[in-house]
C-alpha cells in the first residue's frame, strides 16, 4: 500500500515543517503528529527489530492506523453532530445516526483487517500480538493475569474462554478512538466473563474480597524482608 507508507514519511516529517508562528489548528495538528509518532515508536520498541529499515515501516504502518483511524471517527462525528442539528423529525435523524454510524463502522472493519494486513508482510503473529497489547495499553494481559490470581481454581475450559473474550474486546478496543472507549470495550467483555464465572458457581464479590486481602497480605510480606 504505497500511498499508505508514502503518507507516513510526510507525518514523520511534517511536524517539522510547522511555521514560526503556527496557527492554533496547526499547533493541534502538531501535537498529534508528535503523540502518534511517539506512541507508534514506543509499541515498535518493544518488537525486537533489528533491521532499520523494517522498524521504520513498522513504525510508519502504526503512525497511519492511528491518523486514519482518527479520519474516521472526526468524520462519523461531524456528520452525527450535523444530523442531529438538523431540527428534522426524531425518526429521521435517528435513521441518518444509524446510517452514520453503520457506514463507518464498515469503513473501520476494512481498515482494521488492511492494518492486519499490512503488519503481517512486516511482523511474526508474536510480534503483531505485541503491537495489538501496546495499542490497549496491555490490558489482555493484565486483565487475565488478574483474574487467574482472584480465581486460583479456574479450569482450564474457563481460562481458554475468559483469554478468547479478552482477545475479542482487544479488537475492537484496537479501533476505539479515546482511552475510554478502548477500557470500555474490555469493561464490556469484562462484565460477559463475570457473568459467565457467576453462572459457573463463583461468588465474585467473595472472591474478589479475598483477593485483596491476599494482595495486601503480600505486599506487607514484602515490605516487611526490604
Given at each position: ?109 476494512l481498515l482494521h483487517q488492511d492494518y492486519i494486513g499490512q503488519l503481517s ?106
Amino acid at each position: 500500500m504505497k500511498s499508505a507508507f508514502l503518507f507516513g514519511i510526510i507525518i514523520f516529517f511534517s511536524a517539522g515543517c510547522v511555521s514560526a508562528q503556527p496557527s492554533q489548528s496547526e499547533t493541534k495538528e502538531a501535537e498529534y503528529i508528535r503523540t502518534i509518532n511517539s506512541r507508534a515508536q514506543k509499541i515498535t520498541a518493544t518488537l525486537n527489530i533489528t533491521d532499520s529499515t523494517v522498524s521504520y515501516r513498522v513504525q510508519t504502518i502504526i503512525v497511519n492506523q492511528y491518523r486514519h483511524l482518527n479520519d474516521l471517527h472526526t468524520s462519523r462525528d461531524e456528520q452525527v453532530k450535523a444530523a442531529k442539528s438538523s431540527g428534522e423529525d426524531k425518526q429521521v435523524i435517528d435513521a441518518k445516526v444509524k446510517s452514520i454510524q453503520g457506514e463507518a463502522a464498515n469503513k473501520i472493519t476494512l481498515l482494521h483487517q488492511d492494518y492486519i494486513g499490512q503488519l503481517s508482510s512486516q511482523l511474526s503473529k508474536d510480534q503483531i500480538e505485541k503491537v495489538k497489547d501496546g495499542m490497549t495499553y496491555n490490558v489482555v494481559n493484565i486483565t487475565y493475569s488478574g483474574y487467574l490470581d482472584m480465581l486460583p481454581n479456574l479450569t482450564s475450559e474457563q481460562k481458554a474462554q475468559i483469554m478468547t473474550w479478552l482477545i475479542e474486546a482487544r479488537e475492537h478496543a484496537m479501533d476505539a478512538e479515546s482511552s475510554e472507549k478502548k477500557h470500555g470495550w474490555f469493561g464490556k467483555y469484562k462484565g460477559r466473563i463475570n457473568n459467565y464465572l457467576s453462572a459457573a458457581g463463583y461468588d465474585l464479590k467473595k472472591e474478589g474480597e479475598a483477593w485483596q486481602q491476599r494482595i495486601k497480605e503480600r505486599e506487607l510480606k514484602k515490605n516487611a524482608t526490604k
